[in-house]
């Protein structure tokens, strides 16, 4: 059963760059899309992103400014990096694994992350 | 942008049927998948691609998707399904993921 963790501060201030990474455990990063998608308090799920495990991306139109993501296949982890954070960007993130079977058309998200509350406040 | 559309809330009985919609134009063309939210858990995917079940997860949970509406049906309903449902569906056009606002089911 693959698990993903993810970690990083959980107060960040405001202007300043939240860092994240997701470790992936029980299974391979290779061969596969990974997105972070975001839950602000009391609200619904944002998709953020995703990374290939080649380093191919693509962003939320609403994020793409801020957001970057990269991934380091030999650690199994992959990271979100969004600058210059308000109090908007307080949220549970939670990385999760992309997936799309054969013959299918569309994606959707087979395993995630627990999530990490991150706070934006000086 | 192409935008899913659910309803806040839903309150069932012990023991109902539960019916959770996603509304979105001719959303019946796009394949739906469904995550089940609880607090301090991992968010799971209860159905994906319209009606497909994980394993795993009882067969109480069943999706169905035509024309402009598509719903997740959670029949017998228990206490333990009390928990957000987000439904879900991939934007070809840019390649993107796209959730609706969640509905909160209450038991």
């Known amino acids: 059963q693959v698990q993903l963790q993810e970690s990083g501060p959980r107060l960040v201030k405001p202007s300043e760059t939240l860092s994240l990474t997701c470790t992936v455990s029980s299974g391979s990063i290779s061969t596969y899309y990974w997105s972070w998608i975001r839950q602000p308090p009391g609200k619904g799920l944002e998709w953020i992103g995703f990374?290939?495990?080649?380093?191919?991306?693509n962003y939320s139109p609403s994020l793409q400014n801020r957001v970057s993501l990269s991934i380091d296949p030999s650690k199994n982890q992959f990271s979100l990096k969004l600058t210059s954070v308000t109090a908007a960007d307080t949220a549970i993130y939670y990385c999760?694994?992309?997936?799309?079977?054969?013959?299918?058309?569309?994606?959707?998200?087979?395993?995630w992350g627990q999530g990490i509350l991150v706070t934006v406040s000086s | 942008s192409y935008v899913l559309t659910q309803p806040p809330s839903v309150s069932v009985a012990p023991g109902e049927t539960a019916r959770i919609t996603c509304g979105g134009d001719n959303i019946g063309t796009k394949s739906v998948h469904w995550y089940q939210l609880k607090p301090g858990r991992a968010p799971v995917v209860v159905i994906y691609y319209n009606n497909d079940r994980p394993s795993g997860i009882p067969e109480r949970f069943s999706g169905s998707n035509s024309g402009h509406t598509a719903t997740l049906t959670i029949s017998r309903v228990e206490a333990g399904d009390e928990a957000d449902y987000f439904c879900q569906v991939w934007d070809s056009v840019g390649d993107h993921r796209l959730f609706g606002a969640g509905t909160k089911l209450t038991v």
């Open positions: 999760a694994r992309d997936r799309q079977w054969l013959g299918e058309e569309g994606w959707y998200f087979d395993y």
């Open positions: 990374i290939y495990y080649n380093g191919g991306t």
